[in-house]
């Protein structure tokens, strides 16, 4: 591995601290609250809308549902009920625009593109505006805002949704640097992934990701997390952190790629089989079990939430050749915890045994 040949930015963006209340205090208008609560109860002075959702991020799967909670209520409290309008929109982050997601006005409800028909509002409770997403997809995670509109004041509140997922490094059979952003974006999709955003990268560098390799994420900018400082590997003088080159150019620029895989509700396993196999071999003995050849992401979320742990080497999708190590051991490759990789062996001359995924 070459050392990345220039470090243009260090990047420790603090991931959390994002205000969940920011009250309103309304104005002394009684007009616009129109008859209703209150008369007789003095001016209204002083009362506040608040909407509050979860302080902390949501961690969900793909395939899940999940609710993200928000109530709203009025300081001091308000006799009885009002008419409010409740949006939930989901914040532009990575490139992507901003999106509706559900308008309630009353009972009628409405709910845009790709929400259609998996997005529900839950009111278990009385001003309970809580949004339901059914069947969470990998595009789902992201900050989501719940606003609640009384008249001409509206307040809201911000949740953060992340799918529980791996971040892995991917490199294709040609070798390093290879990828430019649309084919690395292509490259983890047939892993069974996504390329991992910012967030998720910066959260693996967190947890211990070290790699000397810089790969695209999906803002189209260009990455590298590293833990330990080292001379071949951008020098001893940078700090650890997440080193980029800031965005490239999508066709032009090569680098490897930074895939996220969503954990996964099917299973992965080694194939118990009398003798090793090529790769043609090991495609129709996952067939004759029932199940395909897994991919490189599902093996990697196998690895980190199931702990599978085999020290046998298996082939993959991909024609790629690895082995999952929850607990290390001697004899089973180095002291850490990972997947292991032989890169892509001659297919028709080598053999190993093969990996399988199972949709449950
Ligand atoms: C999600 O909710 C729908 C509708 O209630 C239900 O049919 C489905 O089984 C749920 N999925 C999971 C993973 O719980």
Redesign the pocket.
Known sequence: MKPPFLVLLLLLACTSGLPFYNGFYYSNSPESWGPGPGHGEGPFNGVKLVVETAEETLFSHR???VTLPCHYRYEPALASPRHVRIKWWKLSENGAPEQDVLVAIGPSHRSFGDYQGRVHLRQDREREVSL?I??LQQEDYGHYRCEVIDGLEDESSVVELELRGVVFPYQPRQGRYRLNFHEAQRACEEQGAGLASFEQLFRAWEEGLDWCNAGWLQDASVQYPITLPRQPCGGLGLAPGVRSYGRLHRRLHRYDAFCFAAAL?GRVYYLEHPEKLTLTEAKAACQEDGAQMAKVGQLFAAWKFRGLDCCDAGWLADGSVRYPVAHPRPNCGSPEPGVRSFGFPDPQNHKYGVYCYRQS
Request: glycine share 14%; hydrophobic share 15%; proline share 0%.
């Open positions: 395939g899940a549902n339901e059914r069947n509700k």
